[in-house]
T-cell receptor, first 115, second 111 residues
Framework: AAGVIQSPRHLIKEKRETATLKCYPI?????VYWYQQGPGQDPQFLIS???????DKGSIPDRFSAQQFSDYHSELNMSSLELGDSALYFC??????????????FGPGTRLTVL | DAKTTQPNSMESNEEEPVHLPCNHS???????IHWYRQLPSQGPEYVIH???SNVNNRMASLAIAEDRKSSTLILHRATLRDAAVYYC????????????FGTGTSLTVIP
């Protein structure tokens, strides 16, 4: 079965640079979530989208923005990168009408390293 | 969302059952109990979820206390591939569908 696809899988950037992470949800899934997991930490919810509209917002820095496109894929844009942004970034998807009780399916993550 | 409390770590012998506890004394009537696990260097993976009744699936069983203030994830026969961090998460569908991960339980399976 198709899973959530994230690209790139690894990304190395310098401080103050920008980065764009992409997420392709499972086919027919209309809701996308972004999570950040720092080294040795638990995943932290950043933001979610349903039908191209932001649905919930967590601890996403103002330097970050995200959007969902008409094909339901999502991009997380990160600017003025800081050392502390080095983390694993996970995307998850679900079907909105079942989201309350249904599962979220997580991608393999993008490992961002800021030097 | 209501908070959960889990032991930081647990050990189990291979082929033996594992009971992973979770306390959620402030759970509300509309909170669902979700369990996810995260294997090393992988994204979280769904294990099981429930509301009031005990639940079984091919991966595990979820036993929910009658007052819903605690629950237990049961792996019937631990394998080395079950070594992971297990997260117990409460989610109220009325307040959003995102997950707020707490500090899970790191399960070590001993061969």
């Amino acid at each position: 079965a198709a899973g959530v696809i994230q690209s790139p899988r690894h990304l190395i950037k310098e401080k103050r640079e920008t980065a764009t992470l992409k997420c392709y949800p499972i086919p027919r899934h209309d809701t996308v979530y972004w999570y950040q997991q720092g080294p040795g930490q638990d995943p932290q919810f950043l933001i979610s989208f349903y039908e191209k509209m932001q649905s919930d917002k967590g601890s996403i820095p103002d330097r970050f923005s995200a959007q969902q496109f008409s094909d339901y894929h999502s991009e997380l844009n990160m600017s003025s990168l800081e050392l502390g942004d080095s983390a694993l970034y996970f995307c998850a998807s679900s079907l909105h009408e079942l989201a309350a009780t249904d599962t979220q399916y997580f991608g393999p993550g993008t490992r961002l390293t800021v030097l | 969302d209501a908070k959960t409390t889990q032991p930081n770590s647990m050990e189990s012998n291979e082929e033996e059952p594992v009971h992973l506890p979770c306390n959620h004394s402030t759970i509300s009537g509309t909170d669902y109990i979700h369990w996810y696990r995260q294997l090393p260097s992988q994204g979280p993976e769904y294990v099981i979820h429930g509301l009031t009744s005990n639940v079984n699936n091919r991966m595990a069983s979820l036993a929910i206390a009658e007052d819903r203030k605690s629950s237990t994830l049961i792996l019937h026969r631990a394998t080395l591939r079950d070594a992971a961090v297990y997260y117990c998460i409460l989610r109220d569908p009325n307040t959003g569908n995102q997950f707020y991960f707490g500090t899970g339980t790191s399960l070590t399976v001993i061969p």
